[in-house]
């Protein structure tokens, strides 16, 4: 195979990361820290139904300062995650394609996730 | 599930997996903000309402397909060696089904409790 002897550049430190390529690998990493919560999401659950104790033991784990950072980072993900999905799913539909408009959503989505998590977190 | 998840099956299913989610998430990020439940009675009595049980399993199939389309498209393009790929692969699905059942029988108990 001739192929395998081509030349490849992929040297990341002189490649430029517009603000729209930096928010869709928000957009992968987001996802695949979320899959890493399922378990845990899934343990809780189970727990907080399984009766009285399970219900205030629940409370106590979420009550750790630790689990509240985790959770924290958790709801910033799902948030870029929800936000750049929304985005992505305009974009199909031809809506927001040019380049300006684009890099405006881009920036908006990476603002506006950490700000909601914030207000989220303070509420919850 | 591989062969059916690709292409523009796992397109469309990623997208209308997505809406579900997105939906739910907002419905429950507001319902636990205002509403959320002081007792484990008070909890267990709100899964074990069929709406909400019915709710949350959907919730649960739109999760797992939309982790494994997700996954999937990742692994795929970062892990090329194909052994490695497919024992990721194989450890992400036995996980998700897994994961699943989890939150079946969980969901499943309240209801059958209360």
Redesign the interface.
């Known amino acids: 195979m001739t192929t395998k002897n081509r030349p490849v550049y992929l040297d990341l430190k002189q490649f430029r990361f517009p603000i729209a390529a930096i928010m869709s690998v928000g957009h992968?990493a987001s996802?695949?820290l979320?899959?890493l919560a399922?378990?845990f999401l899934?343990?809780i659950?189970?727990l907080?139904?399984?009766?009285?104790d399970?219900?205030?033991a629940v409370k106590t784990i979420l009550d750790s300062l630790f689990i509240k950072l985790v959770l924290f980072v958790v709801l910033w993900a799902?948030l870029h995650h929800?936000l750049a999905?929304?985005r992505f799913?305009l974009i199909?539909f031809h809506m927001g394609v040019e380049k300006e408009i684009a890099t405006k959503s881009a920036q908006a989505v990476m603002v506006a996730a950490p700000v909601l998590a914030v207000l989220?977190g303070l509420?919850? | 599930m591989s062969r059916q998840a690709s292409g523009l099956r796992a397109w469309a299913l990623q997208r209308i997996s997505a809406a579900y989610l997105g939906l739910y998430l907002i419905y429950m990020l507001g319902h636990l903000s205002f509403n959320a439940p002081e007792s484990f009675e008070a909890w267990r009595t709100y899964v074990a309402d069929p709406g909400v049980s019915i709710g949350m399993l959907l919730f649960v199939v739109a999760l797992l397909i939309h982790a494994w389309v997700g996954i999937r498209d990742v692994l795929i393009d970062y892990v090329h060696p194909i052994m490695a790929r497919v024992t990721l692969l194989s450890l992400f699905a036995i996980g998700f089904v897994g994961c699943g059942l989890w939150f079946a029988k969980a969901i499943f108990l309240a209801s059958v409790a209360a």
């Open positions: 992968r996802g695949v979320m899959i399922i378990p899934a343990y659950l189970d907080s139904l399984a009766g009285p399970g219900f205030a799902m929800l999905g929304i799913l199909d989220i509420i919850l």
